[in-house]
């Protein structure tokens, strides 16, 4: 079961790359997967009921953000499903590697933009077919894709279930 969570959750940070987009099929079997993973783990209820808790509090929170403009509609469901994963005993660790992947990527973002600008005024508009898809997959200018990073904070999550 594990290896399928981290093939969904690296499918969703592909698909954020490319596409800005996180499909909701991939999002649902991600989501769905994670009572199965508690029974598998043999999670007491108690423990359930924090899953839930945490899922519903990142709900909250990540729909204030959507509502502000913040963020998408599927990174809402996206970050609540991995919040569900993650439970209490991962949380700090998890928001920490989302807050700092996301940085990144805004600072990637950004960085990526001045250089496409850079190559396009010096001549160099020919640049590699990689390179500029590189810098297309990171543009600034096409948001943040808070999937990736929060796909990263799902990962962190996962060694738990396998103990």
């Given at each position: 079961?594990?290896a399928?969570?981290?093939?969904?959750?690296?499918?969703?940070?592909?698909?954020?790359?490319?596409?800005?987009?996180?499909?909701?099929?991939?999002?649902?079997?991600?989501?769905?997967?994670?009572?199965?993973?508690?029974?598998?783990a043999?999670?007491?209820?108690?423990?359930?009921?924090?899953?839930?808790?945490?899922a519903?509090?990142?709900?909250?929170?990540?729909?204030?953000l959507?509502?502000?403009?913040?963020?998408?509609?599927?990174?809402?469901?996206?970050?609540?499903?991995?919040?569900?994963?993650?439970?209490?005993q991962?949380?700090?660790?998890?928001?920490?590697?989302?807050?700092?992947t996301?940085?990144?990527l805004?600072?990637?973002?950004l960085?990526?933009?001045?250089?496409?600008?850079?190559?396009?005024?010096?001549?160099?508009?020919?640049?590699?077919?990689?390179?500029?898809?590189?810098?297309?997959?990171?543009?600034?200018?096409?948001?943040v894709?808070?999937?990736?990073?929060?796909a990263?904070?799902?990962?962190?999550?996962?060694?738990?279930?396998?103990?």
């Open positions: 079961m594990g399928i969570a981290i093939a969904l959750l690296i499918a969703l940070l592909v698909c954020d790359l490319r596409q800005r987009r996180l499909p909701n099929r991939l999002v649902a079997l991600y989501a769905l997967m994670c009572p199965f993973a508690l029974l598998a043999g999670t007491v209820p108690a423990m359930w009921l924090q899953h839930i808790l945490v519903c509090v990142g709900f909250l929170v990540l729909l204030v959507f509502a502000v403009g913040g963020m998408g509609g599927g990174d809402v469901k996206l970050g609540t499903a991995v919040l569900a994963w993650v439970g209490t991962s949380l700090l660790n998890s928001l920490f590697v989302i807050g700092l996301g940085l990144a805004a600072l990637l973002g960085l990526a933009d001045r250089l496409a600008l850079l190559s396009s005024a010096t001549g160099q508009g020919r640049v590699r077919s990689m390179w500029r898809s590189t810098l297309h997959a990171l543009s600034a200018k096409r948001g894709p808070y999937g990736v990073a929060l990263a904070g799902g990962l962190v999550a996962l060694p738990a279930y396998w103990k």
